[in-house]
């Protein structure tokens, strides 16, 4: 009885046991670290950022995980945990180009080409032409539909 006990505490340690990897995200050409890179263990909902140094740690079930790193302007990178604890990840520029995103006001990001509605843009250069020290008040008639009154 007290062997099957023993045997039962022993089994669900070890089920429940959890592997910690470590590791430093750098960017490949520079060698910069990458801070606020992506780190997310795959098929579930675990999942950290790197520090102001690019450093990670992070919590795998098992050695069979497999951890996606990725970080905007460069290439998502899928690495197998195979049992190491330190994976240090370079990771490579991409090619393409960001995309024209536009925030709503509920705060969601769409690109501007999925919008079923219209977008007006204001560009940088005719806040400047403006002259105004107040940035409300050179809005002012840029974009239909914004009018600003004093009250």
């Avoid at 606020?36 to 950290?48: E, I, L, Q, R, W």
């Avoid at 102001?52 to 497999?66: D, F, H, M, P």
């Avoid at 994976?87 to 991409?94: D, L």
């Amino acid at each position: 009885m007290i062997v099957l006990f023993v045997l039962g505490i022993f089994f669900i340690s070890k089920t429940n046991a959890q592997n910690t990897v470590t590791g430093t995200i750098t960017d490949t050409k520079t060698g910069e670290a990458l801070p606020g890179a992506s780190v997310k263990v795959d098929g579930s909902a675990t999942g950290v950022s790197t520090d102001a140094q690019g450093k990670y740690s992070i919590s795998v079930a098992s050695s069979n995980a497999k951890l996606m790193f990725s970080f905007v302007g460069y290439q998502p990178r899928e690495i197998s945990v195979g049992g190491q604890k330190v994976i240090n990840v370079q990771m490579e520029n991409s090619e393409s180009s960001l995309n024209e995103v536009v925030v709503t006001a509920l705060g969601i990001n769409r690109a501007k080409k999925s919008l079923g509605y219209s977008v007006s843009e204001v560009k940088s250069e005719d806040l400047v032409k403006a002259s105004n020290p107040n940035l409300l008040k050179s809005l002012d008639g840029k974009v239909s539909g914004v009018n600003f009154t004093n009250l």
